[in-house]
């Protein structure tokens, strides 16, 4: 058989096996199981972990000792960055579930205020006597609206994701290279570094005066990076061109909830009135989980810093600036604070 016939007749072949490997695949009809296929992967569920969590765990010693209520508000998505064919949002509209999260993590007695439907809903029910409860007697009762019945909230956290800025920096290097003939081995090889970041500010406001007692805005980066590498050459009467690469980008959604965490880590530390070092001494410094650039960075302030009139002015490039002394509680306590 000539070289084009074994062509013409492998051709086909090829084609078959392809279909059949592809039926192995998916079934046009459903199985017992109810599924034209089996999906892949099969990771397991874990828990949704930053490197402040469990420093926000640590603090449940101290919230249970003095409990406060708190409640989120709305975290909303100020950027207004979408993607690029309108698909949806580039951040999470969730920052507010984040913030739940995280202080649940801190064991903060938490009181709705972010989705009342439901509750609305069983109170007008009950309003209109068409919710019934068990009794003792097993006979059922309509549900009693009682005076005073839902515990209010002393503090409650609101704020926004307010920036999200693309491709802070990057770099990158290729090269090419290869014989000088027609027929040499080519090859090609290339890679990039780029930086992003996002910005949040949240703020603490006492429930019962409305005052503001504590605002806060952190930002994080987020870097990627994408790497390549490729050969082109010819084999007689055959080529080959292969190429090989990896891409990787800091999940700009985790990076908000690393964020969130870290900012309700510092609120209820101040709030609690935790001991310096008792759950996040070492952030803001070289040994803080998600270390920045900084070579150093001192874990307290001094007096002077803490006490003076433009403390809030400053940076706050540590968590525990307003502690100088040992002793917490004869620190300054938050604006509003209820004792």
Not at 326 to 333: C, R, V
Request: aromatic share 8%; glycine share 10%.
């Amino acid at each position: 058989m000539t070289p084009r016939g074994r062509r013409y007749f492998f051709a086909p072949l090829a084609i078959v096996f392809a279909a059949v490997a592809l039926g192995g695949c998916i079934s046009p009809v459903a199985t017992a199981s109810g599924r034209y296929t089996s999906p892949i992967g099969g990771s397991p569920v874990i828990s949704n972990e930053t490197p402040y969590s469990n420093s926000l765990r640590c603090l449940a010693r101290y919230t249970a000792q003095r409990p406060l209520r708190i409640a989120v508000g709305q975290i909303a998505d100020y950027t207004g960055k979408i993607e690029s064919d309108n698909s949806g949002r580039k951040l999470t509209q969730g920052a507010a579930l984040m913030a739940m999260s995280a202080l649940s993590k801190a064991g903060v007695p938490l009181v709705e205020r972010f989705d009342t439907s439901v509750a609305e809903m069983e109170l007008k029910y009950a309003n209109n006597k068409l919710i019934g409860d068990d009794t003792p007697t097993g006979q059922p009762d309509y549900r009693k609206i009682m005076a005073g019945s839902i515990p209010g909230s002393d503090y409650y956290l609101v704020g926004g994701i307010t920036e999200l800025n693309y491709n802070i920096r990057s770099e990158g290097a290729n090269a090419d290279g290869g014989g000088t003939a027609t027929s040499a081995v080519k090859g090609t090889i290339g890679g990039s570094l780029y930086v992003m970041n996002v910005g949040l500010d949240l703020r603490l406001v006492n429930t019962n005066t409305l005052e503001v007692v504590d605002v806060i805005s952190y930002q994080k980066q987020i870097i990627g990076r994408q790497i390549s590498a490729g050969v082109f050459d010819f084999l007689g009467q055959t080529f080959f061109d292969a190429s090989v690469g990896e891409s990787a980008l800091e999940p700009i959604q985790l990076a908000v909830r690393s964020v969130i965490e870290r900012a309700t880590l510092e609120m209820m530390s101040r709030l609690y009135h935790t001991p310096p070092a008792a759950c996040g001494g070492a952030l803001g410094t070289d040994q803080d989980p998600l270390a920045d650039t900084y070579a150093s960075r001192p874990a307290q302030h001094t007096a002077t810093a803490m006490n003076g009139d433009n403390a809030y002015d400053t940076p706050r490039k540590v968590p525990y600036r307003w502690y100088g002394a040992d002793n917490a509680a004869s620190e300054p306590s938050l604006r509003g604070d209820v004792q």
